[in-house]
Nanobody, 123 residues
Framework: QVQLINSGGGLVQAGGSLRLSCAASGRTFSSYAMGWFRQAPGKVREFVGAINRGGDRTYYADSVKGRFTISRDNAKNTVYLQMNSLKPDDTAVYFC????????????????WGQGTQVTVSS
């Protein structure tokens, strides 16, 4: 069992930055690839990015590529999402998730989810 706690959301102006964190319980954090998803009101949950177990490979949605960066610290059982050059379209609830699979873009492949954190970008 893995519990994920999201933190770091908030209100920011367009062009600003935020860093989200996702802290995991348990001793098996390094066994999971970690993903970030987001869901805006009235929209389906969408893939933002993912990082593999070792932290040496990352994957991003085209909409955030070059602006967002995912990293992880397996010693701290934490994964991060650094968001720069934020746009109003980035406004959503952001979720971290853990998977033992390799289909990182598919929400159904994730076994555990954080509670989500709200990110609001004003224009």
């Amino acid at each position: 069992q893995v519990q994920l706690i999201n933190s770091g959301g908030g209100l920011v102006q367009a062009g600003g930055s935020l860093r989200l964190s996702c802290a995991a319980s348990g001793r098996t954090f390094s066994s999971y690839a970690m993903g970030w998803f987001r869901q805006a009101p009235g929209k389906v949950r969408e893939f933002v990015g993912a990082i593999n177990r070792g932290g040496d490979r990352t994957y991003y949605a085209d909409s955030v590529k070059g602006r967002f960066t995912i990293s992880r610290d397996n010693a701290k059982n934490t994964v991060y999402l650094q968001m720069n050059s934020l746009k109003p379209d980035d406004t959503a609830v952001y979720f971290c998730a853990a998977t033992t699979g390799s289909d990182y873009m598919l929400a159904l492949r994730y076994d555990y989810w954080g509670q989500g954190t709200q990110v609001t970008v004003s224009s």
